[in-house]
């Protein structure tokens, strides 16, 4: 079954504790990304990649890092969270080529930061 | 500032009647838009999608109309349904690429038995 997983979907922790949220998608997409959900401000871009060893900010790519050693998985770290980031997070994934604007979305994963 | 809005943060119609989501952009580099549908607990889907060259998109109960002189577009679901329930985001787009997408900020769509 063609997905994007993401892991963990929910996760309590503490100001400054270091968390990776892992995606990986099985769809063999060139381009994966990450959103961030919250409320009246839509789904607002952290970073994405294009293809392997290339990544980009988004919009909001304070307090985040990512990478892309491997074309199926681009993590999402936060190195020191704080409560700001507490938020509902999205990684997306789509093929470059031919792009039908269709991304491929996981299913969420929820992060509270207290 | 927001690029992409939508005013409504929520609407609630009767099963059968038609649902209408509105949706308005400021950037005039946008030159393709879409919309997602989100249940909860799960990521948003991909819905039906429009380019600038056209004024109307349709797929089966869902018609996409675009107004770019006021850079307005609008989702009509005809008739609607109990499971059409669910947060509906507008995207817009400068050119064909993923990484160009943004997002509205979402209405939620509740409809009637």
């Known amino acids: 079954e063609a997905q994007v997983t993401q892991n963990p979907r929910y996760l309590i922790t503490v100001t400054g504790k270091k968390l990776t949220v892992t995606c990986s998608q099985n769809?063999?997409?060139?381009?994966m990304s990450w959103y961030r959900q919250d409320p009246g401000l839509g789904l607002r871009q952290i970073y994405y990649?294009?293809?392997?060893?290339?990544?980009d900010k988004g919009d909001v790519p304070e307090g985040y890092k990512v990478s892309r050693k491997e074309k199926r998985n681009f993590p999402l770290i936060l190195e020191s969270p704080s409560p700001n980031q507490t938020s509902l997070y999205f990684c997306?994934?789509?093929?470059?080529?031919?792009?039908?604007?269709?991304?491929?979305f996981g299913e969420g994963s929820r992060l509270t930061v207290l | 500032d927001q690029q992409v809005k939508q005013n409504s943060p929520s609407l609630s119609v009767q099963e059968g009647r038609i649902s209408i989501l509105n949706c308005d952009y400021t950037?005039?580099?946008?030159?393709?838009f879409l919309w997602y549908k989100k249940y909860p607990a799960e990521g948003p889907t991909f819905l039906i999608s429009?380019?600038?060259?056209?004024d109307k998109n349709e797929d089966g109960r869902f018609t996409v109309f675009l107004n770019k002189s006021a850079k307005h577009l609008s989702l009509h679901i005809v008739p609607s349904q109990p499971g059409d329930s669910a947060v509906y985001f507008c995207?817009?787009?400068?050119?064909?690429?993923?990484?160009?997408?943004?997002f509205g900020g979402g209405t939620r769509l509740m409809v009637k038995p």
């Open positions: 997306a994934s789509s093929f470059v080529g031919m792009w039908t604007g269709e991304l491929f």
């Open positions: 950037n005039s580099m946008f030159d393709y």
């Open positions: 995207a817009a787009s400068e050119g064909a690429a993923g990484n160009m997408l943004t």
């Open positions: 429009i380019s600038s060259i056209k």
């Open positions: 769809m063999n997409h060139e381009y």
């Open positions: 990649s294009m293809n392997v060893e290339v990544t």
